[in-house]
């Protein structure tokens, strides 16, 4: 059990290292862009990822509309080879999420829960990866609720429209 924990803190940690490397990405790595969608590529290691930024973001305390400052709002689906990481969902919120909590991802009639480190929310496993793309092609929108520390409410939401053609250049650029 302990050493089942621990692999899960080591890539927890080095998937936040993989994310925030994604956050600071220049136009330079940029490869292709669909749409709301772009697929990027760093090549030491290899490593490509679809990004987008939220269409609409809403922040709440107290059922009341609040302005915060967040950081960069940012949705993630990366590939590294080297790692044997193949599709992996991610979301980071510009802000660090409350202890403990999850966040929230609908996409039409699905929804699914994401754990939080941080400022960042990954799905539990490959599976449920693999489920999210899926209805992240099928979806026109995927709204993601979380909450901060703070505990302010933040809802965001990105559109879906070019993810499929994102993910398939991704995708085709980190094949082994």
Known sequence: M???LLCGLGGAILAISAVAAQAQSTSENRVASERAWSV??????????VVSV???TVN??????????????QMFVSYRPASNVAGEVSFTGGYPF???????????????????TGENAWAATTADDRSIATAMKRGTEAVITGRSSRGT??????????FTAALEEAESRCTN
Do not use: H, K, M
Request: charged share 20%; proline share 3%.
């Open 54 to 56: 939220p269409t609409e």
């Open 98 to 116: 409350a202890e403990n909590s999850t966040v929230q991802l609908a996409i039409g009639d699905s929804s699914f829960d994401l754990f939080t």
């Open 40 to 49: 990027f590529v760093d090549n030491d290691p290899t490593e490509c990822w």
């Open 153 to 162: 409410t933040t809802r965001d939401t990105f559109s879906l429209f070019g």
């Open 2 to 4: 302990a050493n089942s």
């Open 60 to 73: 709440t305390r107290g059922g009341r509309q609040v302005a915060v400052n967040r950081s960069e709002i």
